[in-house]
């Protein structure tokens, strides 16, 4: 088993059908929109061109618009997670059956990840919160952003194993030299390591360990 487990949170800790990404997600629209003085639809269509260019919306308006990166987390997370997320005793077996403590790695800021962790109820399961912050706003997938994670580990890249629900994310990592779990239902994208829930996790992680 990998030295470092880092788990995704968003859509891989909680399912999109709680909201709470929907949620954000209208509040990113809202922002890009009143911050670009531009209609919701116009926001959109900038939106697709900065996520293309720089890997995310915030990277993006930051880069090309010089907005503030905290003014855009603190307007998209405030008062987040709310009553998306529920105490979730499921997860919590899985995050134990894992049989050590695991740190998240999220492109969201660090307060949101732990008010997320609490209302789930499996804070204590985590070690370390890697966040966009820590990452100087580059976020997975950036190379640089797994390299600072390494070395605030002190490990090398094959002792990392990141587990995220978000393709780009995975290769990221595995062109990093980490470890990766897609977290997906979907059946394509052969030659990457996949897992339909996180419940499953620990049982997949032994299996690789025994070489099955
Ligand atoms: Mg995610």
């Known amino acids: 088993m990998s030295e470092h487990i880092l788990l995704d949170l968003d859509h891989t800790l909680y399912p999109p059908s709680t909201g709470l990404m929907d949620e954000m997600n209208r509040r990113i629209e809202s922002y890009t929109a009143s911050f670009l003085k531009v209609s919701l639809p116009e926001s959109e269509r900038i939106r697709a061109t900065l996520r293309?260019?720089?890997?995310?919306?915030?990277?993006?308006?930051?880069?090309?618009?010089?907005?503030?990166?905290?003014?855009?987390?603190?307007?998209?997370?405030?008062?987040?997670?709310?009553?998306?997320?529920?105490?979730?005793?499921?997860?919590?077996?899985?995050?134990?059956?894992?049989?050590?403590?695991v740190h998240i790695f999220t492109n969201a800021p660090e307060n949101y990840a732990r008010r997320?962790?609490?209302?789930?109820?499996?804070?204590?399961?985590?070690?370390?919160?890697?966040d966009i912050a820590f990452t100087k706003y580059l976020g997975k997938p950036a190379l640089e952003a797994y390299r600072m994670v390494e070395t605030a580990l002190s490990c090398g890249p094959s002792s990392c194993l990141l587990v995220d629900?978000?393709?780009?994310?995975?290769?990221?990592?595995?062109?990093?030299?980490?470890?990766?779990?897609?977290?997906?239902?979907?059946?394509?994208?052969?030659?990457?390591?996949?897992?339909?829930?996180?419940?499953?996790?620990?049982?997949?992680?032994?299996?690789?360990?025994?070489?099955?």
């Open 52 to 101: 293309d260019r720089h890997g995310t919306t915030l990277r993006g308006l930051f880069l090309e618009h010089g907005d503030d990166p905290e003014r855009f987390l603190a307007f998209v997370h405030q008062g987040l997670p709310g009553d998306f997320l529920k105490n979730d005793p499921a997860l919590d077996a899985a995050l134990a059956a894992l049989g050590k403590k």
């Open 116 to 130: 997320a962790l609490s209302a789930l109820g499996v804070a204590q399961r985590f070690d370390r919160v890697f």
């Open 165 to 212: 629900d978000t393709l780009s994310n995975v290769r990221g990592a595995l062109s990093a030299g980490w470890k990766a779990v897609w977290l997906t239902e979907r059946a394509d994208e052969g030659g990457i390591r996949k897992v339909a829930s996180l419940s499953l996790l620990p049982d997949l992680l032994r299996q690789a360990v025994g070489g099955r």
